[in-house]
């Protein structure tokens, strides 16, 4: 059973920066496309990025394009997102998992909150 397990996530003023990683246990990580989500309060969870195994295809939630950036470094099981000129619409508990048909079984996630 594959463990994610997210860090990074905390309070941040508008405008600020945060970098979000995730580390996955378990050999298959490398061949899978992985994705941040995230859950802002009282709404549903969300996908806003993603990456493939490679790293060569990326994709974004409109809102978040050109402000987030998602990686990964295989060798080491991780996917990061670099979070800059953050807004406070951007409040959640922020979760990776995989890009397409997510595992079950979700981390415990890493709350992001941006003060006006």
């Known amino acids: 059973q594959v463990q994610l397990v997210e860090s990074g996530g905390g309070l941040v003023e508008a405008g600020g920066s945060l970098r979000l990683s995730c580390v996955a246990s378990?050999?298959?990580?490398?061949?899978?496309?992985m994705g941040w989500y995230r859950q802002p309060p009282g709404k549903e969870r969300e996908l806003v990025a993603g990456i493939n195994s490679s790293g060569a295809l990326i994709d974004y939630k409109d809102s978040v394009k050109g402000r987030f950036t998602i990686s990964r470094d295989n060798a080491k099981n991780t996917v990061y997102l670099q979070m800059n000129s953050l807004k406070p619409e951007d409040t959640a508990v922020y979760y990776c998992?995989?890009?397409?048909?997510?595992?079950?079984?979700w981390g415990q996630g890493t709350r992001v909150t941006v003060s006006a």
């Open positions: 998992n995989r890009r397409h048909s997510p595992f079950a079984s």
């Open positions: 378990g050999s298959i990580f490398r061949f899978n496309s």
